[in-house]
């Protein structure tokens, strides 16, 4: 594991994912983070449940979760901001990238 993330989550992303853990029976599971081909930019955020490291991961807690990046996706990822919306319009984890844009999944 690593001391300084290359992501960071939000107290609020942080305990939004272990409620999510939690409802599905998987409290022990960390969340993985990642970007996949698709979307109108040729890649697309995803989160996803995890129980183990795979090679070449990049794993660390926050507030007692566990996250997972797996290579691809730590080029992508540096300086980005994970949150968790709830509202009217929408909900869902929040990526907000150095650049300034923000996506929710």
Aim: net charge negative; glycine share 12%; with cysteine.
């Amino acid at each position: 594991m690593i001391d300084t993330p290359l992501v960071t989550l939000t107290p609020r992303a942080v305990e939004h994912a272990k409620i999510l853990l939690a409802r599905h029976g998987k409290p022990d599971y960390g969340l993985r983070i990642g970007v996949r081909g698709g979307g109108c930019s040729g890649l697309s955020y995803f989160v996803d449940m995890e129980s183990q490291e795979k090679k070449g991961d990049l794993v660390f807690e926050v507030d007692g979760l566990r996250v997972y990046l797996d290579v691809k996706s730590q080029l992508f990822l540096v300086g980005t901001q994970v949150d968790y919306e709830d509202s009217l319009m929408e909900s869902g984890f929040k990526f907000s990238c150095s650049c300034g844009e923000s996506f929710t999944v």
